[in-house]
């Protein structure tokens, strides 16, 4: 990906990935090299949702979760040490993102409990940690819970190693029956008798993602066996250069080369593995020649496999020493991130809400519509009266509320519009119409944001403070002259202009020009059509 | 309760109660007398909750979601009509809340499956719906969701008839356990060898709820059987006089009477069932005598007897009539009560995630609050250009979060403020802060609201829109004046305020009163204490 594609991420459509990671604590070369290394090349790739699962902390470690929010900050200062870029990637804690729990319950409806009940991990791990009490409903449901969190971003590829593949066939499945179930259907079939129907698959709501196989490399923990937390054997990401030679000094070598005039086999040595992972190609090819002639002392290799391992780290350390300084910044980016994350997720939970009839838009009734379009009243604007709960709701839905009420309730049936994106509609002779909302300030005025692109109409309602909706059609050609000097100078800038009134005369304030009175194009659909 | 006490709710904090229904579509008398009934009883005298529980309707009927939402629709006008009043408990529906989801994930976490498994209606429910698959995830974890509902209002009180008294009890084990493991613990035990902690009483999270016994009297369908809507059987709350009449007229008389001309036995009479429920004493006395006696014809009997039911359906059938008119009304009331239900259900959250580590807030880092406090530029304001994300939050959450980082990271360490209310603090040396929170308006200025109370100290929170919060610790004498007089002329009516700045210079502007240069009073916590 090219430097001017980054700066105009939406001139190319990316493909989705999603993953994420338990906060275990400070994490090792093994979490670092198993995922969270193919995550950083990833982000240059990739449009990348990566959060740290906390929930699912707790299906195993309920019983004791008082270390749980300080693992989630370690993870956090890793996932940002190791090259995680948050202006390339949304970065999030799991809890903080509320549809996870929300698509967990309505996955859970449909999905049989065989299906849970075959996943291998369920009854390995129970076995495992028989320590702990984990014939728990929660523990049962995990793999479900991992479901819904990659159905909710809608990713096109989740990110695993060899190993982990199957894992990503249960989610699949359970797209497969949401999709079946709750889906919008197409007729299939050659004739009458044969037709059945089935999920469209252009408008498939929860679409089966595709897994992304990331390499998975070997990486044995200083006692030979897989690195793992619980084996003790770590080597962290966050360790200083000193426990990194000390760590590596353990190292087995797989029992081999005793007395050290005996030639080796690098092929079955960790230390040989950490080589081939950390070394330079020209470093690794000679260790392995002088292991096998002996030429070299596994002191002197270890030194080396130090050396290796800790230029790797050095700058992940340092970025870590500098977030350690501002643990402030490290929950900024955090928070930020579920900020970004909840935006995606509500995209995904508003279209299975609408299809499995939780939808929390109101139902349209012509009724009322009509009542609205016909009402003598309307040139003295819409009692909102019955929506104050609307009127300090988080801007983005309180516009969207805004905007669907004046769609459904306000707009005269004759006028057809379709959605085009957010704030722009298309009438049905093509006019572009951006609609934009404002609550009356403190200074009884209005505040607009636009983009200064070209519209043939702006559609503003304002909202008073006695709750009454003032709607305004304003063709182009009023607004046009200030709105184009503009945009010539100050290119692709927002342009922030308002809405003023006087008595009962409405006046148009743009940047640079004089108030202009807009009266008389109050509840004026005319201009739509 | 008298009047005065409705007008001053706070004055006598009440018993909360909680309750829901699935959405089954139009409700039947069996479902009146079994439960709506006694909450529009309940309401006058208690804190109420009432909410229409759909995520449950997809337990068991996933498999068709179609007609989910005008069945909401239909029991929300149904609660209303029957006269719950959303002035006097909150009506909601479940799904609008998505604490529910939220706090059944984290219950499921240490829930043993076999708690679930052994609740009867598990085995019994699937036996009797087996045309639908229930063998999910879901339905095996629906009485769990139902603990969640209820323990996320930390009720007092379920309202349940005799029959379903068991039902409450998987709720109170719930509790239990949740509280075991996270409530606040109290050392127990006479000495040193026999002290053990347990949740201390005083301060559980999740209080295990009480069982309400409410009346649940016998209610026959017209065949006989209990009125249920899947046998058919039902006279709906929303039925028309005459179709009231017509059921009735086909409603069984236990088989007996036959010829009319020999008595009968109202107490095994569905019809003597309905008189007792719907009938005046009187009237009921004069049938049950005129029955035994022969003296009445069953045609008759029924006749009266849905004359009763008519005169109970009358005033119902009334309201429900104005509020199909206006489905906005009801959407709005639905929008307002979910919006208070989310509030009260974000208080329990609140601690419940404070508890088990999944805590929204920041962690206050002591060395990040020194350094704030010995910084230089504190006079110069405070860098807050980390947080963009609070600037639009909902206004209550963004408020909490800029008092809660003045808190932790700006007020000195030496100031010990103790919380008295939401938005007043109390020093050590007893004087009261009201501590309220603006962002920079549209006119450069921060507008305020307070209580005219008496506070000794007011700290004004001004953020603007370089995202610097500049914070004045601000004495009474300064403002005494202006607020008294205020005070008197308005009683407890709330004043609206203001600060500007001119240069480097601020003002505060209260009403009636010419600006007061406040500069300063910047950064200055002398006052404290």
């Not at 906060?23 to 740290?52: D, K, S």
């Not at 780290?313 to 340092?318: D, G, M, Q, T």
């Not at 519009?417 to 009356?440: A, G, I, M, N, P």
Request: net charge neutral; charged share 25%.
């Amino acid at each position: 990906m090219t430097e001017s594609n980054q700066q105009n991420p939406s001139s190319t459509p990316r493909a989705r990935v999603l993953s994420g990671m338990r906060p275990t604590g400070r994490l090792h070369l093994g979490n670092y090299m198993g995922a969270l290394y193919n995550w950083v090349q990833l982000q240059h790739e990739y449009e990348c949702y990566f959060f740290i699962a906390d929930y699912h902390a707790l299906t195993t470690d309920y019983a004791d979760t008082s270390k749980l929010k300080e693992n989630v900050q370690e993870v956090a200062l890793d996932f940002l040490s190791a090259g995680l870029d948050p202006k390339r990637c949304t970065i999030f804690i799991q809890s903080h993102v509320p549809q996870h729990a929300e698509l967990h319950l309505l996955l859970s409806m449909f999905t049989p409990l065989s299906l849970l009940e075959r996943v291998p991990s369920y009854k390995d791990q129970q076995e495992q940690l028989r320590e702990k009490d984990l014939a728990t409903y929660g523990f049962l449901g995990y793999p479900l819970l991992q479901s819904a969190d990659i159905l909710l971003y809608q990713p096109d590829f989740v990110p695993v190693g060899q190993d982990q593949a199957a894992h990503v066939e249960l989610t699949r499945e359970v797209a497969r029956r949401f999709n079946q179930l709750y889906s919008p259907k197409r007729l299939v079939g050659t004739d009458a008798a044969s037709l059945a129907e089935e999920p469209d698959p252009a408008r498939l709501i929860l679409p089966e993602p595709e897994v992304l196989l990331t390499p998975t490399p070997k990486l044995p923990g200083i006692d030979g066996r897989k690195m793992s937390k619980s084996y003790g054997n770590s080597i962290l990401l966050s360790d200083v250069p000193g426990s990194v030679l000390e760590k590596m000094s353990r190292m087995t070598n797989g029992g081999q080369r005793n007395p050290q005039s005996k030639p080796g086999n690098p092929d079955i040595c960790p230390v040989g593995d950490m080589h081939a992972l950390f070394s330079k190609p020209m470093v690794n090819d000679m260790i392995r020649e002088r292991c096998k002639t002996a030429e070299i002392h596994c002191v002197q290799c270890k030194e080396i496999a130090s050396a290796s391992i800790n230029l790797h780290l050095h700058p992940i350390r340092e970025r870590r020493e500098q977030l350690e300084k501002n643990p402030d910044e490290v929950w900024s980016i955090l928070e930020r991130g579920a900020a970004e994350a909840v935006k995606r997720a509500e995209a995904t939970m508003d279209q299975v809400r609408s299809v499995t009839g939780l939808s929390r838009n109101r139902p349209i009734s012509s009724q009322v519509k009509r009542a609205f379009v016909t009402s003598e009243s309307s040139r003295e604007g819409h009692d909102l009266s019955l929506q104050t709960v609307w009127w300090d709701q988080e801007p983005n839905l309180r516009a969207k509320n805004v905007r669907d009420y004046w769609l459904s309730s306000i707009v005269p049936v004759e006028v057809k519009l379709t959605q085009d994106s957010d704030r722009v509609f298309v009438t049905w002779k093509k006019k572009r119409v951006y609609v934009t909302t404002s609550r009356e300030d403190l200074e009884g005025r209005w505040g607009f944001e636009a983009k200064p692109k070209s519209y043939e109409l702006l559609a503003l309602l304002c909202w008073d403070k006695e709750l009454t909706l003032h709607d305004f059609i304003v063709p182009q050609v009023v607004y046009q002259a200030p709105w184009t000097a503009y945009k010539k100078a100050h290119k692709d800038e927002n342009l922030i202009f308002w809405m003023s009134r006087s008595g009962s005369q409405y006046y148009l304030e743009l940047p640079g020009a004089e108030p202009i009175e807009i009266t008389a194009y109050r509840g004026q659909y005319g201009p739509m059509n």
